[in-house]
Structures are given as structure tokens and as C-alpha cells.
């Protein structure tokens, strides 16, 4: 097949996908599919936090609360924080799809989480588990369904879908509570195994299942149709004005980076996403939090599985508030409301593991916390900067501003397994609340004052902010 041929194919399938555009029904399909995506996104990134303390416990054989469990914990978690080098390659990863474009990404991340946890349940050995954390680690963050999601839907309603698919994934978390009461056995460490089981399935349907139900999306395909269906002095000069272009941004992971600190805006954005994600350390050790109240016998094993079953019905309603907020209030507004939920919610959730209160509260507290926290997270790695980067260089944008985000995240690692190794596990709920609500301070402060407003932003003429 020569290239002529290969383009026509191309055009055909590119205008097969533009007539699946226009029906509402396919809009439906999509929505389907890519909330079920979301569901193992969400399963996915926190599978390992809900078996945590059994994980260890298991591949070390120790006992919570023990000097060997922390020393176990804190030296799997900094070995663990390694393997997060990945994050290095991912934005060279990202960009891939803006060149090929969003569909066979969103594809191969869905099953390559699949992939990454059932590499770890197999495992009983510290090496092939790490394998497996590595691969789930490359695959959780490229989130190609909300890019999906801010490139097919009104920007009238960009934040509400986003929130509401979220919402609907962050709910399915709480199926992992109810893996953890079904098959988990507290005198058998190893049955944490099969919480897996029943994720890696749905990512591997949805995985396949994507391929014949969702096509491209409606920006990748006009601007793919256009330039194939242009003449040859037309195409050339595309060319040289998107040569242009590249030589002005450099649409690539390095010309991300650039465009990100050399634009105020995004300069900013970068700031407050590595701020945050220093302050999501409490995220990381939440159930080994929980493990502490039943040590302490402030928690029963019961009451811990509610906590861990009721915790997601929570994060995914204030969720779903919080992107309602977002369209009513703007994005600076809301992140006020929502940075305060965070703080206000920790601190309940750490006093609960530590003082006998009912689980529904301590739960509650928790999943009110990270709704915030979260939605703060996610509105300034997709929606802020989406709406504040040209459609050439979007996807690398936002896929450089999360690698910029795991700076954050891997000194809060870092940070999180020292303060296990020095002042134990059972200070936990204590030592990580102090350390976290001045940060929340300080970046919703920056983001107040330095990051301009985008509510009404037109996605297809983005201009410098």
C-alpha cells in the first residue's frame, strides 16, 4: 500500500469517526466508555493504598506497628519512590498523541494498567512486585480520558463532565472496601491479592472494548482532515507554518517545559501543582492512618472496612459539587472552597484515627478531604492548564506539568518514609497533619493572587495567558 492509498484510508476512517461526532448517541457511547476508563484509572491509583499495610506485611512477613514494620515500610516506600524515575519518560510518552493522536493511547493506558496490576499479584517477591508498581505507575497518569472528555464536550459543561465522570469513578472506589471485607483475611496478609482481581478484568473488557466503540476526537480529527485533504502548495505551506510554529514553541516535551515557564501563567500553574502535590502526602498513608486507630483499638477491624467503604461515596459527591463550583464560581473561586474542605476534612480524619468517634464521621472526614484536595489538583492539571495552552501543544503541556507535579509527589515519598522510619508508623495521623495544612495555605494563596481566571476560555483559540 503506497501513500496515497494509506492517506485516503485515513481520510475515510477520520470522516467515518466525524459522522459518529454528530450523533447523540455516540456522545453517549463515549461518555460510557470513558467513565468506565475512569473506574480503573481510579481502582487503579488506589488499589495499593487500601492493601498497603497487608502488602508489606505479607512480602516482609512482620506485623503492623512493629520497629520491623516500619522498617519494611519505610525502605519498600523509598525503593518504591525509585521507580517513579518513570515519570521522566512520560511526557515524551504524552505528546505521542499529539502526533498520533488521542484513541490508541487512551487504549494502550487502559490495558497496561491491567497489565501492571496483575504483574503484582502474581508476584511473592519485592523485585516482580516493583515491576508491576512501575508499570501501574507509567500508565495511571496520562488520563487521556479527560483530555477526551475537554476536547468533546461544550465548554459550557468542560469542568461539570469532567466532575461528573470523576465523581462516578471516585464512588467505584469504594468497591475496594468492599473487596478488602469480602476477600481479605487480617490473620492471612496474602489474600490481599484478591482486591486485584476483579480491576485487572474490567481493564482488560474496557481495554478492548474502547477499540470498536470511541473513534478520535473531534479537534484531532479536524485538524488531521485538513491538512490530508489539502493540496500540495497547501501543505507545504501548513508546513512551514507549523515549522514556524514549532520554532516559536517547540511543540515538544522540552518546548513544554519552555512554554511552561517562560508564560507566566503556566509558570505559576507549576507552583501550586508541585506545592499540592507535596500535600497530597497524607493520600499515600491513608489506610496505614486507619491501621493505627485499630492498633490503638480507637477502630475496629469492622469499623475500618466501613471507613474504607464509605470514605469514596463521599469524595465522589463533593466531587461532583466541587465541579458544579467550578462552572458557577470560576476556577480560582471555587479552589478557595475547595482548598478549605481539604484542610477542614484531614484534620477531622487524623483526630478519628486517634480518638474513639464513630467510622462514618472518620470517613466522612476523609473522603470530604480528598474531594478537595483532588479536585484542586485535577482542575490545575487538566482544566486550568488545558484552557491556558494551544491545541499544538496541549497534550505535551499537560503531560510536562504532571512530571512537574511528580517533583512534588516524590519529595512528599521521600519525606512520608523517613518520618515512618523516624518517628513510626503510629505517629502517623499526627506528624503528616501538621506537616501538610500550611502547604495547602501557601499554594491557594499563590493561586489567588498569581493565576489568572480561564472559565470562558475558547479551547480551539488559546492564546498566551
Known amino acids: 500500500m503506497n501513500a496515497e492509498m494509506k492517506e485516503q484510508r485515513e481520510i475515510k476512517q477520520l470522516e467515518k469517526a466525524q ?11 463515549l461518555i460510557i466508555v470513558l467513565t468506565v476508563v475512569y473506574i480503573v484509572d481510579e481502582l487503579t491509583s488506589n488499589i495499593r493504598g487500601t492493601v498497603d499495610s497487608f502488602t508489606i506485611c505479607d512480602l516482609f512477613n ?37 502526533k498520533y493522536g488521542r484513541k490508541p493511547f487512551l487504549v494502550i493506558n487502559t490495558l497496561g494498567m491491567g497489565v501492571g ?9 519485592i523485585a516482580l512486585y516493583l515491576v508491576g508498581v512501575v508499570i501501574m505507575t507509567f500508565f495511571i497518569p496520562n488520563d487521556l480520558q479527560v483530555i477526551y472528555l475537554m476536547e468533546c464536550a461544550p465548554k459550557q459543561h468542560r469542568a461539570k463532565l469532567c466532575s461528573i465522570t470523576k465523581g462516578i469513578a471516585l464512588v467505584s472506589v469504594s468497591l475496594l472496601g468492599l473487596f478488602v471485607k469480602l476477600f481479605v483475611d487480617r490473620d492471612n496478609p496474602g489474600t490481599w491479592r484478591n482486591v486485584y482481581i476483579i480491576p485487572i478484568i474490567l481493564a482488560f473488557v474496557i481495554g478492548f472494548a474502547a477499540i470498536f466503540l470511541i473513534r478520535e476526537t473531534p479537534v484531532f480529527t479536524k485538524k488531521r482532515l485538513e491538512y490530508l485533504k489539502a493540496g500540495e502548495a497547501e501543505r507545504k505551506a501548513k508546513l512551514a507554518a507549523e515549522q514556524a510554529e514549532v520554532q516559536k514553541n517547540n511543540a515538544s516535551v522540552m518546548g513544554a517545559f519552555r512554554y511552561i515557564f517562560k508564560t507566566k501563567q503556566t509558570r505559576y500553574i507549576a507552583i501550586v501543582c508541585i506545592l499540592l502535590a507535596i500535600a497530597t502526602g497524607y493520600t499515600g498513608k491513608f489506610q ?33 459539587i466541587g465541579g458544579f463550583l467550578t462552572d458557577a464560581l470560576g476556577r480560582k473561586k471555587s479552589a478557595l472552597i475547595l482548598g478549605l474542605w481539604a484542610a ?56 510536562s506539568m504532571q512530571l512537574l507535579g511528580m517533583v512534588g509527589t516524590g519529595l512528599n515519598m521521600v519525606y512520608n518514609n523517613v518520618v515512618t522510619l523516624m518517628a513510626g508508623s503510629m505517629n502517623l495521623p499526627f506528624v503528616l497533619t501538621v506537616s501538610y495544612l500550611p502547604l495547602m495555605a501557601i499554594s491557594l494563596i499563590i493561586m489567588m493572587l498569581k493565576i489568572r481566571e ?4 475558547d479551547l480551539d483559540n488559546v492564546t498566551q495567558l
Open 62 to 98: 512482620t506485623t503492623f506497628g512493629t520497629p520491623e514494620y516500619d522498617k519494611a515500610s519505610g525502605t519498600l516506600g523509598l525503593v518504591t519512590t525509585g521507580c517513579y524515575l518513570i515519570y521522566l519518560i512520560s511526557p515524551f510518552y504524552k505528546s505521542l498523541a499529539d
Open 117 to 125: 496490576m496483575l504483574v503484582s499479584i502474581i508476584s511473592h517477591n
Open 288 to 320: 496505614n492512618m486507619i491501621e493505627v486507630g485499630v492498633a490503638k483499638n480507637a477502630i475496629t477491624p469492622s469499623g475500618a472496612e466501613t471507613i474504607l467503604m464509605f470514605y469514596p461515596l463521599i469524595n465522589g459527591v463533593f466531587t461532583l
Open 454 to 457: 480561564t472559565k470562558d476560555v
Open 344 to 399: 477542614l476534612g484531614l484534620g477531622v480524619f487524623a483526630w478519628g484515627c486517634s480518638a474513639e468517634i464513630n467510622p462514618y464521621i472518620t470517613g466522612f472526614a476523609y473522603g470530604f478531604s480528598i474531594a478537595g484536595l483532588w479536585s484542586i489538583s485535577d482542575m490545575l492539571y487538566f482544566v486550568i492548564t488545558s484552557e491556558s495552552t494551544p491545541t499544538e501543544i496541549r497534550a505535551s503541556v499537560v503531560g
Open 19 to 29: 459522522a459518529f461526532h454528530n450523533s447523540k448517541n455516540y456522545f453517549i457511547i
